[in-house]
């Protein structure tokens, strides 16, 4: 009796261990998969501050006398740097349209070797962001990237113009 | 005893199980900085992320209406005066850093770098330009794109250190070209696009 009581007891002992295991099992099989699938998916558009276009971006930057002289052309930020920590999902990286342009931007963060992780949209003249949504995380390390400021006319064709690329670099600690 | 060693297998397990999750964690996006091999000069004393100059770069490539020579023998140049300036820049050291710009067509590749004007109906109509770090004598100088391109970011035009600096800018066509066809087959608009690249560099 007693023998049976013991080999009783030691099943549901193993049963309950091999449902432990099973659970573990599928827990890690959720978490894998869902890794998979996020790097996919861009990062949404946080509340609050990343990713939010602001009206009255200002580059912060002084503002030389104009030379009458001279024909106005489009004014392109430019950067030195930019940092940010591993595994995070947006970067303090000041993008905008200076107030003084008359043409429209399109604005895209990209690694040196193509790697995209910011696209906005239409930047009107003074709209800008302070800190962009990113659509991956970067392992630590510094990378060359770019902005690209693709300009165009306010029509509704969004005619294209001239384009530019300001360097900077990428610091990831 | 037994039921001791299949515990021990089981939490061996669990934990076995806990850890490769761990590990896919820790791996992280693709890090090839294939494209450029030089890592950029820093300006120290700005906050990382901000603005630390402005370029102002020309919006379009215009020659306006491009007309048939009458003379077909001779070259017969149409010249675009543009710039390119720096609007402001912010605790640039003198001595060590500037700031960099060069330029390419849109289009470019390392097998074609020229600059062209293409027909916007029909992309088969194209025409090249030259593009020239000067205004006078551009007989007796040679374009910045005389030679192919050496970097995919473009022909280098303009260094700056200071404040308000400008580079000019000669964009010349040569309406002799057009002489190779029918004047109905090419007429209609052209468009052309440059990219402006800026870095900042040490000296």
Not at chain 1, 57 to 64: L, M
Not at chain 1, 116 to 121: A, I, K, N, Q
Not at chain 2, 142 to 165: D, L, R, W, Y
Request: charged residues 25%.
């Amino acid at each position: 009796m007693n023998n049976n009581n013991e080999k009783s007891r030691k099943k549901t002992i193993i049963i309950i261990l091999l449902l432990i295991i099973l659970a573990g099992c599928i827990v890690t099989l959720v978490v894998l998969v869902r890794s998979l699938t996020e790097e996919k998916r861009p990062v949404e558009n946080a509340k609050g501050v990343v990713g939010t276009i602001v009206d009255n971006w200002d580059p912060n930057v002084s503002r030389p006398d104009e030379r009458s002289d001279q024909k106005k052309g489009t004014m392109i930020p430019g950067y030195s740097s930019a940092t940010m920590n591993e595994g995070d999902t947006s970067l303090k990286l000041s993008v905008g349209n200076p107030k003084e342009n008359t043409v429209g931007f399109f604005a895209t963060v990209k690694l040196a070797d193509g790697t995209v992780l910011y696209t906005s949209p239409l930047l009107k003249p003074g709209q800008g962001l302070e800190e962009i949504p990113l659509n991956k995380s970067l392992s630590k390390g510094t990378y060359n990237a770019i902005v690209f400021y693709q300009c165009v006319l306010l029509d509704e064709e969004h005619t294209p113009l001239n384009a530019a690329e300001s360097a900077f670099t990428l610091i990831v600690n | 005893m037994k039921s001791k060693k299949i515990i021990t297998l089981a939490l061996a397990a669990a934990m076995v199980c806990t850890s490769a999750v761990s590990v896919y964690a820790a791996e992280l996006t693709n890090t090839n900085q294939e494209g450029q091999t030089e890592v950029k000069a820093r300006i120290d004393g700005s906050v990382t992320g901000d603005v630390t100059y402005v370029i102002e770069i020309p919006d379009v490539v215009d020659f306006g209406t491009l007309t048939m020579p009458e003379n077909t023998t001779e070259d017969s140049f149409r010249d675009v005066v543009t710039h390119v300036t720096a609007k402001t820049i912010t605790n640039l050291d003198e001595e060590t850093q500037k700031i960099s710009v060069y330029v390419r067509d849109k289009d470019a590749t390392s097998e074609d770098s020229d600059f062209r004007i293409t027909n916007k109906v029909d992309s088969s109509k194209k025409f090249n330009y030259d593009v020239y770090d000067v205004t006078e004598n551009l007989d007796t100088t040679q374009s910045v794109n005389s030679s192919p391109m050496t970097s995919s970011i473009g022909f280098k035009i303009a260094e700056f250190i200071h404040e308000g600096e400008i580079q000019d800018l000669t964009l010349r066509l040569n309406q002799h070209d057009l002489c190779d066809y029918n004047i109905t087959e090419i007429v209609g608009d052209y468009s052309g696009y440059m990219v402006f690249y800026s870095m900042l560099e040490n000296q």
